[in-house]
């Protein structure tokens, strides 16, 4: 199976220019997965919510998610890629996975970092897994990275492969990766943005150094922090189906719950 991360630079606010970046970081490939960063197409920092407001677009509809759907029609592939989303009164920092024969399904981020807390509403649905070409795909976006519960979720409800859309700006994120690929025996395909934005009195610099991790630790693949890419790489699904670490250690089989206060 082969899998694709793509790292770009959004300038905020110009959706149309974003996309089309998009389109010419991945002129040619061949994939059968393929995730994008978190809000890739809007930029990550926002005024106020009525400023939100103005790029969030309703479950299904909407420019970035018509993109997602042609694109995973184009390349004959599972396209994830993260978006605002317009429910009610709320918005959530979404990704929408998209598949080419027109089915799709939407993840709420459930665990909002800094000022997301100002102006997005916090996920209400549970983590869940789609099958794809005989691989079970997990979804989160960016700060569910520092809860564990995050990846052991999904790993439990049978995920070989969790697909990690970021706009990641601390310095520590990445690596945290390899032990949760490690612990819980499962690929990682983190998709971070580059750039940095300096709006409504914040700045932040975006890390890049997306990432391909395999459930042994080792890292297949990674972008550097500067650059706009599109990487690939062949993975073999199988093998985050073997959870024994040893013989004698299965990574789920021998956990001892009774002793666990989570």
Request: proline share 4%; hydrophobic share 40%; net charge positive.
């Given at each position: 199976m082969k899998l694709g991360i793509v790292q770009n630079?959004?300038?905020f606010g110009q959706v149309d220019e974003n996309l089309y970046r998009v389109r010419e970081l991945i002129k040619g490939i061949q994939?059968?997965?393929l995730v994008l960063p978190e809000l890739f197409s809007t930029g990550y920092v926002f005024k106020d919510k009525m400023e939100l407001l103005n790029y969030a677009e309703l479950s299904g509809d909407g420019k970035t998610?018509?993109?997602l759907k042609q694109l995973s029609r184009d390349l004959d592939a599972a396209v994830?890629?993260?978006f605002p989303e317009l429910d009610g009164d709320n918005v959530y920092n979404s990704a929408m996975i998209a598949m080419p024969d027109s089915r799709w399904d939407i993840y709420r981020k459930i665990h909002l970092f800094n000022i997301e807390k100002n102006?997005?509403?916090p996920g209400n649905k549970p983590f869940f897994v789609t099958e794809f070409r005989g691989a079970k795909i997990g979804t989160m976006i960016c700060f569910d990275w520092i809860f564990p519960e995050s990846y052991r979720t999904l790993a439990l409800k049978g995920a070989d492969l969790i697909c990690h859309c970021t706009n990641l700006v601390l310095p520590y994120c990445q690596q945290a990766s390899y032990a949760h690929a490690v612990s819980n025996r499962v690929f990682i395909a983190l998709a971070n943005r580059i750039g940095r934005e300096k709006?409504?009195?914040?700045d932040v610099e975006f890390t890049g150094q997306s990432v391909i991790y395999s459930p042994c630790g080792e890292q297949i693949t990674q972008a550097e922090s500067s650059s706009e890419c599109c990487l690939t790489v062949e993975i073999d699904i199988s093998r985050?189906?073997?959870?024994?670490v040893t013989e004698k250690n299965h990574v789920f089989n021998d956990r001892r719950r009774e002793f666990y206060e989570i």
């Open positions: 630079k959004p300038e994939v059968d997965i998610q018509f993109f994830i890629g993260g102006y997005f509403t709006r409504a009195g914040v985050a189906r073997e959870k024994n």
